[in-house]
């Protein structure tokens, strides 16, 4: 007893609290969508579960009551069985693509009677405890390249087979485990080049290819004059800048390549309306155009 009282007392209450207020502003959300005047429906009345406020009160219910289960569980319960758990949901990975259901154009479902259940979802939290697992080893050095290897290993597995599943987006959402690593001991370079390859990417979506050699000729002019002053090799300086550019032009070419003619067409749609909602204002920039409408008529309060 005594045990639990100190789990609950090491909590991050403001972490829970603002996790349940997100919870409820959600569901108040899809609740005030899905409400109609004519004919109001309480959480008390039977035809209220089968609409979509009623199933997302079911789910918030359910994942409560996993919470509980979750938190009487010894921590070390999870330790012993993240290799099974990961094991378990890379091989649900596997088979979706055999045995899942289509939904909303996603063939990334499992059906189980009327209950629908997407793989790369749980798939996420079981790279979080077998990636925990891994790195509470102290011989673990993210220094080294042999641990960052089997890091990435861990990370990549289930993205690649997400996106197998044409489930893109996703997978990306792996991508957000580098600032877990990076905190565990894995040094700047790689987070930084991350970045570079994000601003790389966008850029190379929104300038022409002149463009971004312009700039980067600007740059390296830039270097080429303050370097004197810090550096005496300057030969293999400038044949890294020259590398460094011809490098950088071809990792813009094949982004302009793989967006035109590997992505599908709802993937460029995406990306267009992320980098300009004004796109399709009827469709995929539709909520984001109306929110601005709103905002702009009404202001924020």
Same mark, same amino acid.
């Given at each position: 007893?005594?045990?639990?009282?100190?789990?609950?007392?090491?909590?991050?209450?403001?972490?829970?609290?603002?996790?349940?207020?997100?919870?409820?502003?959600? &569901?108040?959300?899809?609740?005030?969508?899905?409400?109609?005047?004519?004919?109001?429906?309480?959480?008390?009345?039977?035809?209220?579960?089968?609409?979509?406020?009623?199933?997302?009160?079911? &789910?918030?219910?359910?994942?409560?009551?996993?919470?509980?289960?979750?938190?009487?569980?010894?921590?070390?319960?999870?330790?012993?069985?993240?290799?099974?758990?990961?094991?378990?949901?890379?091989?649900?990975?596997?088979?979706?693509?055999?045995?899942?259901?289509?939904?909303?154009?996603? =063939?990334?479902?499992?059906?189980?009677?009327?209950?629908?259940?997407?793989?790369?979802?749980?798939? @996420?939290?079981?790279?979080?405890?077998?990636?925990? @697992?891994?790195?509470?080893?102290?011989?673990?050095? !993210?220094?080294?390249?042999?641990?960052? &290897?089997?890091?990435?290993?861990?990370?990549? !597995?289930?993205?690649?087979?997400?996106?197998?599943?044409?489930?893109?987006?996703?997978?990306?959402?792996?991508?957000?485990?580098?600032?877990?690593?990076?905190?565990?001991?894995?040094?700047?370079?790689?987070?930084?080049?991350?970045?570079?390859?994000?601003?790389?990417?966008?850029?190379? !979506?929104?300038?022409?290819?002149?463009?971004?050699?312009?700039?980067?000729?600007?740059?390296?002019?830039?270097?080429?004059?303050?370097?004197?002053?810090?550096?005496?090799?300057?030969?293999?300086?400038?044949?890294?800048?020259?590398?460094?550019?011809?490098?950088?032009?071809?990792?813009?070419?094949?982004?302009?390549?793989?967006?035109? =003619?590997? !992505? @599908?067409? =709802?993937?460029?749609?995406?990306?267009?309306?992320?980098?300009?909602?004004?796109?399709?204002?009827?469709?995929?920039?539709?909520?984001?155009?109306?929110?601005?409408?709103?905002?702009?008529?009404?202001?924020? &309060?």
């Amino acid at each position: 007893m005594s045990q639990e009282s100190n789990q609950i007392g090491k909590l991050d209450w403001i972490t829970v609290g603002l996790y349940a207020l997100f919870v409820l502003l959600g &569901w108040m959300s899809i609740y005030s969508a899905v409400y109609n005047p004519e004919a109001p429906l309480g959480i008390f009345d039977e035809a209220f579960y089968t609409s979509n406020a009623g199933r997302q009160l079911i &789910w918030i219910g359910t994942s409560l009551v996993l919470i509980m289960l979750i938190f009487a569980l010894d921590f070390r319960f999870f330790e012993s069985f993240a290799v099974f758990i990961y094991a378990a949901f890379m091989l649900a990975l596997i088979a979706v693509p055999f045995l899942g259901v289509t939904i909303n154009g996603s =063939h990334s479902w499992f059906k189980l009677g009327g209950i629908t259940i997407q793989p790369a979802e749980f798939s @996420k939290t079981a790279t979080a405890l077998l990636l925990a @697992k891994y790195l509470n080893d102290p011989q673990i050095n !993210l220094t080294k390249w042999m641990s960052q &290897w089997r890091s990435a290993l861990i990370i990549a !597995l289930p993205m690649l087979l997400i996106i197998g599943s044409n489930e893109t987006g996703s997978a990306l959402v792996f991508a957000s485990f580098i600032i877990l690593l990076y905190r565990e001991g894995l040094p700047g370079e790689y987070p930084g080049l991350l970045i570079a390859l994000i601003a790389l990417f966008v850029s190379s !979506l929104l300038l022409s290819p002149l463009t971004i050699l312009i700039c980067l000729l600007g740059m390296a002019s830039l270097f080429v004059i303050i370097l004197p002053i810090y550096q005496r090799r300057l030969p293999q300086t400038y044949v890294r800048i020259a590398g460094a550019i011809a490098i950088i032009m071809a990792l813009s070419t094949i982004v302009d390549w793989v967006v035109n =003619h590997v !992505l @599908k067409e =709802h993937q460029r749609n995406r990306i267009k309306v992320l980098l300009d909602p004004s796109f399709d204002t009827r469709g995929l920039g539709y909520q984001v155009t109306q929110s601005k409408i709103a905002i702009g008529s009404g202001g924020f &309060w």
